[in-house]
């Protein structure tokens, strides 16, 4: 192991890390974005229509909870494996960075979607009767309300989807997505070089501390409660 404070050891896989490095956050980040485009909204419906929200619907949030479980019950790796002909076909590949972002889209987006329905649950129901009474729309008590009351609590949700997007990526790295979870598989278990190993895991847990570091202080600064 402590190879790895050797000059040998980063001449050699000093350039791999490096770019399995920025592969896992571009996978990370896209796929962020594009799972908070779709669980962001579904969030917001299911705030809405559930039985003491603003538009209650039965029907609509009866689906969206069914729809939203069974995303968040199936196994990245069995999801990943299970839409390989999708991915293709809407990427163009099964594998590489394209290859994994639909997989952790659709595996982050239901997870989003409880994370943002819970977070906007917190929201004083007070405020939302006194917006109601000054004739504000469903989508103004959205925009100006829910979403703006609730930005705290969605920072620190953003933080703990951001992660397991993140764990997610070291995953993917099991049927050659790239990123440091492919390295690990590559190098560390079947080439067996165990510093390899150690390296890529202390590599995500420095990103996983400074993910939650940089959205703790975000919502800290920005919640009125501790002003």
């Given at each position: 192991m402590s190879e790895i404070f050797t000059g040998a050891f980063w001449s050699q896989y000093g350039s791999l890390?490096?770019?399995?490095?920025?592969?896992t956050l571009i996978m990370t980040g896209?796929?962020?974005v594009f799972a908070y485009?779709?669980?962001?909204?579904?969030?917001?419906?299911?705030i809405l229509t559930q039985p003491h929200g603003i538009r209650p619907n039965k029907t609509v949030y009866k689906l969206l909870g069914w729809i939203i479980n069974i995303g968040r019950s199936l196994p990245f790796i069995i999801l990943m494996i299970a839409i390989m002909d999708f991915t293709k076909l809407l990427v163009g590949t099964k594998i590489g960075i394209r290859g994994a972002i639909p997989p952790l889209v659709i595996s982050a987006a239901p997870f989003i979607a409880r994370m943002v329905e819970t977070s906007l649950a917190e929201v004083d129901t007070g405020v939302i009767e006194a917006a109601q009474s000054m004739g504000a729309s469903t989508m103004q008590i959205v925009w100006k309300v829910y979403l703006p009351e609730a930005t705290p609590s969605l920072i620190l949700g953003g933080a703990i989807s951001v992660i397991t997007i993140l764990a997610y990526t070291a995953i993917a790295g099991a049927v050659g997505?790239?990123?440091?979870?492919?390295?690990?598989?590559?190098?560390g278990y079947q080439r067996k070089v165990d510093s390899m190993m150690l390296i890529t895991v202390l590599f995500l847990i420095v990103l996983v501390q400074l993910i939650q570091f940089v959205f703790s202080r975000v919502s800290t600064h920005i919640d009125k409660r501790l002003k």
């Open positions: 890390l490096s770019q399995g490095t920025i592969d896209i796929s962020t485009i779709i669980g962001l909204p579904l969030g917001v419906l299911l997505s790239g990123g440091l979870g492919d390295l690990a598989i590559r190098y």
